[in-house]
């Protein structure tokens, strides 16, 4: 009788029980599955960072489904001037030239889809330390009237932080505005922002 149970004993022991191994493997599933879970319900924080081709951003915008056509400017620190006729210069660019309401119908599926949105967007490339001058021109007019011009200036990397966010408001046909100037450091940041005129557009 002890004969038989010292062998059943070494056969636990030295052996291979299939049903301790299920189990075995069973919990390593549990507790990879658990692991799991942990980095799907945290994953990395990772607010605020923007993946885009820009270091600075320029918004300038005025009220939807409005027929009235404002132009942005701008001048770098070089003195080069970016706007609807010289688009790109150095490491500054407008993206498109937003003419109000006019050409912003497009044919989607057979149907006339109206875009209401009045916005023009500049990126600037690169950190070039110097002063930058953002204007406004009331271009054409359909109705006469008091437009409000938004325009934002945003730092994208590494984090995107707006720099500043005002109102311009454009009287009458042809009037042109400084809406903001300011001056990247040789650090990368927004300094010395204010709203000190001066006419870029030609007379």
């Known amino acids: ?40 319900i945290n994953p990395e924080e990772k607010t605020g960072k923007i993946d885009i081709d820009a270091q600075y951003v320029i ?67 690169g950190v070039v330390r110097g002063e930058y001058i953002v204007n406004v021109h009331y271009y054409e007019s359909q109705t006469p009237q008091t437009v409000p011009v938004s325009v934002k200036v945003a730092r994208v990397n590494p984090v995107y932080t707006v720099a500043y966010y005002g109102t311009t408001n454009l009287d009458n046909k042809g009037q042109e505005k400084t809406a903001v100037r300011f001056t990247v450091a040789g650090d990368g940041s927004i300094t010395n922002v204010n709203q000190l005129p001066r006419r870029l557009v030609p007379n």
Do not use: K
Not at 2 to 30: E, K, M
């Open 59 to 125: 918004t300038v915008s005025w009220p939807d489904g409005s027929t009235e056509d404002i132009d942005t400017w701008i001048e770098d620190p070089n003195g080069n001037i970016v706007w609807f006729r010289n688009r790109s210069s150095n490491l500054v660019h407008l993206d498109r030239d937003d003419r109000g309401m006019l050409n912003d119908t497009l044919e989607i599926n057979g149907a006339a889809v109206t875009n209401p949105l009045n916005q023009e967007i500049a990126a600037i490339r």
């Open 1 to 40: 009788m002890s004969v038989r149970l010292r062998h059943r004993y070494r056969g636990n022991v030295a052996g291979s029980d299939p049903f301790t191994d299920l189990l075995f493997n069973i919990l390593l599933g549990f507790i990879l599955l658990f692991f799991l879970a942990i980095l799907f």
